[in-house]
């Protein structure tokens, strides 16, 4: 059974840092796309990321280039988002996700929340 | 990018169907990747993916859904409406920009 499971949320002053991790089981994670998306409160989705298999490649969407890295570290099934410069507005319950197919993910985890307050 | 265009809300009864707009631009649901899918997100629970690649359905989501594209615009109809239908529903597309952008979302209530 395909497993992902988001730690690493708290409450963070804005300006601040944090990484939020992605434990993955049940699945040839070195074989998938990984994906970030968040939810604000009461909002839609936002995808944020994804990583290719082998890690050697990126993308973002433009609200987070610059401020927000991932990685993943395939000999301990496990994906990263590290996360800098926080604002308010990145208050949200973050996603990871992943997939073989042409989209955000397949397999979801239950995600864990990010709130960016003074 | 911005996000994509969904109704707010669309309703129905029990064994209706009822038809989800997703309206983008020629860098995401109007390129030729073809690569839009469709989520299902009851509160509080993390997106179940229902369709991908504008008509294919993963093992697990009901052939009650199903996905078509035209132009600029994709679309998600359900049909034999039923209460479990009940969540919130997005759309996703690649973008010319190798990165994915969402739908709005779209409120389903079964009346």
């Known amino acids: 059974e395909v497993q992902l499971v988001e730690s690493g949320g708290s409450l963070v002053q804005p300006g601040g840092s944090l990484r939020l991790s992605c434990a993955a089981s049940g699945f040839t994670f070195s074989t998938y796309w990984m994906s970030w998306v968040r939810q604000a409160p009461g909002e839609g989705l936002e995808w944020l990321a994804n990583i290719k298999p082998d890690g050697s490649g990126t993308n973002f969407v433009d609200s987070v280039r610059g401020r927000f890295t991932v990685s993943r570290d395939n000999a301990k099934n496990t994906l990263y988002l590290y996360m800098d410069s926080l604002r308010d507005e990145d208050t949200a319950v973050y996603y990871c996700?992943?997939?073989?197919?042409?989209?955000?993910?397949?397999?979801w985890g239950r995600g864990t929340l990010v709130t960016v307050s003074s | 990018q911005s996000a994509l265009t969904q109704p707010a809300s669309v309703s129905g009864s029990p064994g209706q169907s009822i038809t989800i707009s997703c309206t983008g631009t020629?860098?995401?649901?109007?390129?030729?990747?073809?690569?839009v899918s469709w989520y299902q997100q009851h509160p509080g629970k993390a997106p179940k993916l229902m369709i991908y690649d504008v008509n294919n359905r993963p093992s697990g989501a009901s052939n009650r859904f199903s996905g078509s594209k035209s132009g600029n615009t994709a679309s998600l109809t359900i049909s034999g409406l039923q209460a479990e239908d009940e969540a919130d529903y997005y759309c996703s597309s690649y973008t010319t920009s190798a990165t994915y952008v969402f739908g709005t979302g779209t409120e389903v209530t079964v009346l």
């Open positions: 996700g992943g997939t073989l197919l042409a989209t955000p993910a397949t397999d």
């Open positions: 020629s860098s995401d649901i109007g390129n030729d990747y073809n690569w």
